[in-house]
Nanobody, 123 residues
Framework: VLLVESGGGEVQAGGSLRLSCAAF????????MGWFRQAPGKEREFVSS????????FYSDSLKGRFTISRDNAENTVYLLMSSLKTEDTAVYYC?????????????????WGQGTQVTVSS
């Protein structure tokens, strides 16, 4: 599966961005999708995940209430709506696909990764 993220950019603190991740290839194997991020000098961390039906979603505790994950299976696309952005949200955001149905939160359970999109939140 080829994953291509878009929608990143620079935004002021308090603003919003919507990231998109389009999937190409054997998308039937994409049971769960996830978003992860990596800030400068830090390890990559879990942001959010969603199962195929969209009925099961998980969020990092620190992001709950500000970020919303969704997916459009007809378009093979997953979205991450980020609101009330803070400077500490600055990072490269990656989407990932997993064959697992449970919307996993561990990056080791994802087989396919996008190239990442930069999000910069300025004060």
């Amino acid at each position: 599966v080829l994953l291509v993220e878009s929608g990143g950019g620079e935004v002021q603190a308090g603003g919003s961005l919507r990231l998109s991740c389009a999937a190409f290839g054997p998308t039937l194997s994409m049971n769960s999708m996830g978003w992860f991020r990596q800030a400068p000098g830090k390890e990559r961390e879990f942001v959010s995940s969603i199962n195929r039906s969209g009925g099961r979603t998980f969020y990092s505790d620190s992001l709950k209430g500000r970020f919303t994950i969704s997916r459009d299976n007809a378009e093979n696309t997953v979205y991450l709506l980020m609101s009330s952005l803070k400077t500490e949200d600055t990072a490269v955001y990656y989407c990932a696909a997993s064959e697992m149905e449970i919307a996993p939160i561990s990056e080791t359970q994802y087989e396919s990764w996008g190239q990442g999109t930069q999000v910069t939140v300025s004060s």
